[in-house]
């Protein structure tokens, strides 16, 4: 298969990037790592009269630590966030569910920038942004925006980012003290999108469930935190029946699709047990992570 004609510019700074955005509008594509963009250009669902390729524009790579945030440039390849020593000690969430983003080939091209722009209901990045409560920016001609998760995912595979604007980076919030993270997926094969993922978050204080954070991917439009579920479970003790509720009350409310992949109630079913099987980790995390004494150090990426 081959995609249709189009013009290809390949801006060198974020500026020139912009012009042509600007220029061409709703008519232009931006290629980032390209592995969600190009199936589609050779299927010919998108039909773009101009493609901005903007891997020349190096500043937008990096993965850094400031303040209690992990700043990840837009450009920044899956496989380097999955290498990085300080993604794994700041923000393990995120260094366990980039693994199983696709295959080792996906993770060397695909960018953090663009899988959160892609924004694929089945996506494992967009989860682990709900669950940190993290943000993007975008930059356009009015400036820059930061925009909180809940506010960017706005469909399937639609988002707040304008036409005319490009995102740049992503912020993943550290997680809290005295916690731990786990992420938790099926898929038809490995390497595949998730049918059901969960990403869990759980703070530990005198034995009890401080706070807890849920995440779902591939049960809905976007991804999908468990209100319910969350304030149910702060102040509990993680007893397998209060894992087992939690899990009943997260996956209650959730509408997943019927596809060709999997039935709804068959992923509403693994939803439950998943968020049981993720808290159960995370807890047990936290417990290992304090005793370890482990503290997100500043330098790396």
Do not use: C
């Amino acid at each position: 298969m081959k995609p249709p004609p189009f013009r290809y510019a390949a801006p060198r700074s974020v500026a020139e990037a912009l012009a042509l955005l600007a220029e061409y509008g709703p008519e232009a594509k931006v290629l980032a790592g390209g592995q969600s963009l190009v199936p589609l250009l050779n299927m010919r669902l998108v039909r773009p009269e101009v493609i901005v390729d903007i891997n020349p524009i190096g500043r937008l790579a990096y993965i850094r630590r400031r303040g209690d945030r992990l700043l990840v440039g837009a450009l920044t390849r899956q496989r380097d966030v999955e290498a990085s020593a300080l993604v794994a000690r700041a923000v393990p969430l995120l260094a366990e569910a980039i693994r199983l983003v696709g295959h080792p080939q996906i993770r060397n091209r695909g960018t953090v920038g663009g899988s959160i722009a892609h924004a694929d209901p089945a996506a494992e990045l967009p989860a682990v942004l709900a669950a940190l409560d993290g943000e993007v920016v975008v930059v356009g001609p009015a400036g820059t925006r930061v925009i909180g998760w809940e506010h960017f995912f706005t469909g399937y595979l639609t988002t707040a980012v304008g036409p005319d604007e490009l995102v740049t980076e992503v912020r993943f919030p550290l997680p809290p003290p005295r916690s731990g993270s786990a992420f938790l997926e099926v898929a038809r094969r490995h390497g595949d999108f998730a049918l059901v993922g969960v990403a869990a978050l759980v703070q530990r204080e005198d034995g009890r469930i401080a706070a807890a954070r849920l995440a779902f991917t591939g049960v809905g439009p976007g991804p999908l935190r468990a209100p319910e579920a969350e304030a149910f479970l702060a102040g509990r003790e993680p007893t397998p029946e209060v894992l087992a509720e939690a899990g009943r009350l997260a996956a209650a409310p959730l509408e997943p699709p019927d596809d060709i992949h999997a039935t709804s109630t068959y992923r509403k079913e693994v939803a439950a047990v998943l968020v049981r099987r993720a808290l159960a980790a995370a807890w047990d995390r936290a417990a290992a992570r304090r005793r370890a004494g482990r503290r997100p150090r500043d330098a790396d990426g």
